[in-house]
């Protein structure tokens, strides 16, 4: 598959709008202070287990290093969980709802900004992500703070076997993932979109 044949097809949009370019945030976005990128970084996402097993991915660097593991699970109370080096129990972290039409398929993220000036008020200190679906056949998510696109999550064509074309194959398929975070954004925070994201879509049968 060319990367120009792959680039045509992630220009089928599930939306018809513009997507925004990579720009940092304004000010730093994290639950966990010490993932906050310094500089543009990207990762892969390699799943863990099979189609049954609650969703679960490995976050790798760009040398293979692995740097944490993330699972998450879709509850009736919209709750997600991540799994980070030392812990020893699922954590919910923040609180996510599906977006209804005309925006279907996007989500938000409402969470405390671990980043925010002590100074700042508890109600300054939260903050919500918009995520935004793209593509019809090769899945992206774009990650959204205000007027800025400060992430990107794709379906990774490098680090897959197969890729799920059709609507009815991606019923339990969990594909590798490629992420694309600006400077200023906590990875953990990313990780936790990305398997969201990923089972919004694809939807382990645990869920």
Known sequence: MTDA???ARMNHHVFSKPRKAL???????????????????TLVLSPQGDAQSVTAYKVKDQDGRTIFTASGKISLKSAWYITLPGGDREVTLATGAPRLAPAFGNFSISLRNAAASDTKSAAEKELTLIVERHGRVLQSFDVIDGDRKVAEV??????????ALKA?????????L?????????????????????????????S
Do not use: F, W
């Open 168 to 176: 009815s194959s991606r019923r339990g398929h969990r594909p590798a």
């Open 154 to 163: 794709c379906e990774s064509i490098r680090h897959n076997e197969k890729l």
């Open 5 to 7: 044949y792959a680039q």
């Open 23 to 41: 720009r940092g945030p304004h000010r730093p976005i994290a639950l966990r202070q010490e993932y906050i990128t310094d500089s543009k970084t």
């Open 178 to 206: 490629d992420v694309v975070m600006t400077p200023g954004v906590d990875m953990s925070l990313v990780a936790v979109i990305a398997v969201i994201a990923s089972d919004s879509v694809y939807g382990s049968e645990s």
